[in-house]
């Protein structure tokens, strides 16, 4: 008998023991990462048009109880104790920018000449590193500033002519933020449909719109937008009111396949992101209204030119004004240099795959390799995104290039995320003034949510 419970305490301690350190070692990161009193809510606006808040802390409990006690994946636990007793280590080098990265983070908007300006609040470990070594990261539109504990980040975006002095502006607009703090209140949340998708969930972010304007044609009145989670999944539910709604004037679309996107949403940001690439490329187009693509992956071929980068996918591009194909590939030089050739304004070819191009109409441009996807839809979707998101980091051929991207930590670290995924689907419907929302990403049944976030953080860092 005694021989017995010695063999049992044999195999049981060791795994106490690796529990405890492990605990131990979470216990001495967060109060080494977490010591930051928790401040930041307070300076968010009340009238902010935008404001978002994610629950870092409540994420951190919930996905170390889950991985302690629920799925029980050894090889995380070794991992994960292996970067928290590095992190320890290497806590307060040079490279820190006194950022408490396992505090709540809020983000804000409000509008300011002329432009929007969005706001990041968080909490400081260590005023005086950020204050030092945050200017190195920023740019022309962007500010700073801090009060005891807590950092402010500042990015202006408007459309028309750049304002050279807006930097001193920005700084300015910060001061007047911090001289406004207030007192906390809590929030309450305003949603009432579909509850039941996040009753027993941790809430993981939650989003509020209070005359916000996505672009031109959507504004919002009010809006709130909720995401909570448990170890399988993730909900995200919300409901907003419109402002003077455009009608839908949709007549096309693309039947969904591989990874799809829908989406009538474009802010002004992304007009222009999109365009400045578009120019990039030797394209010209005027202003684009809605996407439809579906997505299936990449194809790395070599040709006499050397390697040709050929994504796989269909696009369906609907602009505001009438357009000529002629005029959208003017310039095709830039692309010529890829490798990349056009065959009288029908087909782009990239060594064996072609692209066939086709003006639906005046307004509507094809670009892709399965015309028979597109069909004459009128549909109130603004904004969907669907499908095995696995495409997103397929990759075919290319011989030892493509092995090494593979092994790459940022597409190891998608890929794995990926692979894990079950089902993937969120969409934004409108109906009349309103803007219904509904989301949701489940993982496969041998798979944990949290898990898998962390997994992803880890490889991402090249530690796991």
Known sequence: ????????FKKVIPFFLGVLFLWSSLLIF???????????????????????KIKIKDFLKSSTYSMIFKSKDQGLLNSLQKYLTNSKDKFGENNDMGIDFSSDIYVFGEEFENGQNYVILFNLLNPNSFAENIPSILHKNQSFDHVKNVGMIVTHFSKGVENKN?????????????????KFKAEKRVIKEADELVLNKMHFFEINLNSFAFNDDFKSRKGNVLCSLDEKSLNITGKIKLKNP????????????????????????????????????????PSIERISMNYYGMELQESENGLIVAPLFD??????????ISQVFKDFSILGGFGY??????????????????SIDTKNLFIGRNLKKVIRKKNNTLFELVGDPKHLTTLKGGGFLASFIQVFPPFKASNDFFKSVDEFHIECKQINQDVKIFGELKFKNEYYLYNEFIKFYLTMKGEN
């Open 1 to 8: 008998m005694p021989m017995k419970v010695f063999l049992i």
């Open 30 to 52: 967060s109060s080494l990462t977490n010591k930051s009193a928790q401040n930041a809510e307070k300076y968010l606006p009340e009238n902010a048009n935008f404001s978002f």
């Open 166 to 182: 807006i930097s001193k502006k920005l700084k300015a607009y910060l001061i007047k933020v911090i001289k406004n703090k207030r």
């Open 246 to 285: 455009s009608l839908i004037e949709s007549k096309w679309t693309l039947i969904s396949d591989g990874f799809h996107l829908e989406t009538a949403i474009i802010s002004n940001e992304i007009q222009d992101t999109i365009q400045k690439y578009l120019n990039i490329s030797g394209i010209k187009t």
């Open 315 to 324: 696009i369906l591009l609907t602009f505001r004004e009438e357009f000529k």
């Open 341 to 358: 050739k056009m065959e009288k304004n029908k087909v782009i070819s990239a060594a064996k795959i072609n692209y066939f191009i086709d």
